[in-house]
């Protein structure tokens, strides 16, 4: 029930960015895909067994928690978080309702084609959607600051659409990261 | 409060780095005005010959053909001594003669004159007494000069240009002089660089710094190398845009919301909020007159370019054609306003007149941005990507003559061309 819920409040909060093309992705509500993604913390089911080290790993950089996964790609002129995505987003919430002490910064990027300052204004956008997964999950807003890099920080060089594709995204940050 | 980055010291480091930009006609159209520019008497005993210098001036705005004059013997540097009927002959329109004169204090006097050929009159005659390290600065004057004698508008070879050059993941700014020489990196960092706006009198640079891991617009005094961070709230700052009284800034800031423009004082303060609404608004530019601040919002479902009143209100929209109209730079005069528009997934640099709502594509690049203007109106600067580099090309704004600015070095973008000098 809470998987509709917030596929409601959603899709409502991006009708109300009024961008033109966002409708076009506005998620289909499907209810069965979610909840078959694994959310638990800590119990990966894709481990590969490797030495044990002596000292609890960070769930944060632990390779086999999901908390370590930090990007949120988006479609083309789109500011929607893809249901994909959806699990990593919610698990840094719940991280985040727990360790009160935590606070994050999420970076918004943007492929390199339009003007920069524009970008750096959609960017902006996207990093804000991440946000408001998380505060719908009870996430205090002054915890998550948003911030854009537009077009300034490119995860892959080319330019094309493979390319693009992986530039447009969201990064989460932990404070002193 | 002045800060001094940590990037100021590498600035000073990266002064020996520099990448010649080289300016290339690549298409000049209409009639050209044939110039006859000779050797200056005594130019070749110093660093800096100056006739060659204004003559390449001239000949890259497109607007002059320079007449061959080899086997001109003796050449003239004197009135008395100028053939006008054998400069008739040779179909030159204008010319111009000069001397280099070293003086007993080590500078040297520079006097030149331009003649109307078939009228065989004076049109000009200036000297100027100068260090021999002036001598290209006083060869531009020069072009200045023949240049608003011929055209009647002002010349912009005196002026300097600024740009991002980025090389792997270090990000110069750097100045320039109009023609790409001399070029000085002012700034360097391994963060991004971008929106360099240069304040009315040329003295300040504000940029947008990621040095903070999050934009932030800082303004930079370029003879004394000082920094000063005039906005870092929370969440991002971009977007920066004098003021002509160079008193204030525009700047988009996300601190309350989405991206929207407030006003900030130059010294850095509380900024004041011009735009409320729930779309991007960004890219803010005031008009030369100070009355207007142009704008990016897509508050209508899209992005296009409005205008307001420059202490915030009513908005006007002033694009309406296509889906993707941003980035607005005013013309000198005010009546038109250079802005990158997308038109089938090709982005381009095009021209609006603001009184009638006509618009003009001027290039054909696939990710041409940043346009802005030269201070006399007649050229506009802008980014390109060639090869999947960024160079930066300028194009006339009657969209005829075409420049490729071509560098060695990295990407170069981002560019924003100074105002005239102060004198």
Redesign the interface.
């Known amino acids: 029930m809470k998987k509709i819920a917030l596929s409601i409040v959603v899709a409502s909060l991006v009708a ?5 093309e966002v409708k076009k992705d506005v998620p289909v509500a499907d209810r069965t895909t979610p909840t078959t993604q694994p959310s638990r913390p800590a119990t990966s089911t894709t481990t590969s067994p490797t030495t044990q080290p002596a000292i609890a790993a960070n769930p944060l950089t632990d390779p086999k928690n999901i908390l370590s996964k930090r990007s949120v790609y988006f479609d083309f002129d789109s500011n929607v978080v893809k249901d994909e995505f959806r699990p990593v987003v919610q698990a840094h919430a719940r991280y985040l309702v727990d360790k009160k002490d935590a606070r994050i ?1 999420v970076e918004g990027n943007c492929d ?7 970008n ?3 960017g ?2 996207r990093a ?1 959607a991440v946000k408001r997964v998380m505060t719908v999950l009870g996430v205090q807003e002054g915890r998550i ?6 077009e ?2 490119p995860a892959a060089a080319g ?1 094309d659409e493979a390319a693009w594709a992986q530039n447009r995204r969201g990064d989460i940050k932990y404070a002193g990261e | 409060m002045i800060r001094q980055l940590a990037a100021c010291l590498l600035a000073l480091a990266a002064l020996g780095a520099r990448a010649q930009l080289t300016i290339d006609i690549t298409t000049s159209g209409g009639r050209q005005v044939p110039v006859a520019i000779l050797p200056f008497a005594g130019e070749s005993a110093q660093p800096q010959a100056v006739s060659p210098v204004v003559g390449a001036d001239l000949a890259r705005t497109g607007l002059f053909r320079l007449v061959n004059t080899v086997g001109v013997s003796p050449v003239p540097t004197e009135p008395s001594e100028v053939n006008f009927v054998d400069w008739q002959a040779r179909a030159s329109e204008a010319l111009v003669i000069g001397k280099v004169e070293p003086q007993a204090d080590g500078r040297v006097e520079v006097r030149f004159r331009l003649f109307d050929v078939q009228k065989q009159s004076q049109l000009a005659s200036f000297s100027y007494v100068v260090a021999p390290a002036q001598l290209r600065a006083t060869a531009h004057r020069i072009a200045d000069v023949i240049y608003e004698k011929l055209t009647g508008e002002k010349g912009v070879f005196s002026t300097k240009i600024t740009y991002v050059v980025k090389r792997g993941t270090r990000y110069e700014l750097q100045v320039a002089d109009a023609d790409g020489a001399n070029a000085q990196a002012v700034l360097a960092s391994n963060e ?1 660089i ?2 360099p706006a240069w304040s009315p009198d040329g003295s300040r640079i504000a940029y947008v710094s ?1 040095d903070q ?3 932030i617009v800082v303004v930079q005094n370029l003879a004394q190398g000082t920094t000063r961070v005039v906005a870092s709230f ?3 700052n ?2 920066p845009a004098w003021s002509p009284d160079g008193t204030r800034l525009a700047v ?1 800031l ?1 601190k309350d919301d ?2 929207q423009i407030y006003a900030i004082p130059a010294a850095g303060g509380e900024p004041r909020r011009l735009t409320v609404t ?3 608004d ?2 803010a530019n005031f008009s030369p007159d100070g009355k207007w601040i142009a704008f ?1 919002s ?2 209508g ?3 296009q370019i409005y205008r307001m009143p420059a202490e915030g209100g009513p908005a006007q929209r002033l694009t309406f054609e296509g ?2 109209n ?2 607005p730079r005013f013309s000198p005069d005010g009546k038109s306003i250079a802005f ?1 528009q ?1 038109e089938s997934g090709k ?1 381009r640099i095009a021209v609006l007149e603001v009184d009638t709502g006509q618009v003009t594509v001027l290039t054909d690049g696939t ?1 041409d ?2 346009p802005t203007y030269a201070p006399n109106g007649k050229m506009i600067l802008y980014e390109a ?1 060639v090869g ?1 580099r960024g160079q930066l090309a300028a194009v006339s704004s009657d969209g005829r003559v075409r420049q490729r600015l071509v560098s060695s070095a990295g990407d170069v973008r ?1 560019p924003a061309w100074g105002p005239l000098p102060t004198n």
Do not use: M
């Open positions: 109300a960015c009024g961008s033109q910064r390199e084609r339009g003007s920069r300052e524009y750096l204004a959609l902006q956008r804000e600051e948003t911030v854009s890099f537009g300034e920080k330019h | 991004p971008i929106s990621f891991k999050k934009p929370w969440g991002n971009s977007a988009t996300t989405i991206a729930p779309a991007i960004t890219e990016t897509d508050r479902g899209s992005p889906t993707y941003v980035r990158v997308r982005f990710l941005d940043s990507q999947g981002d």
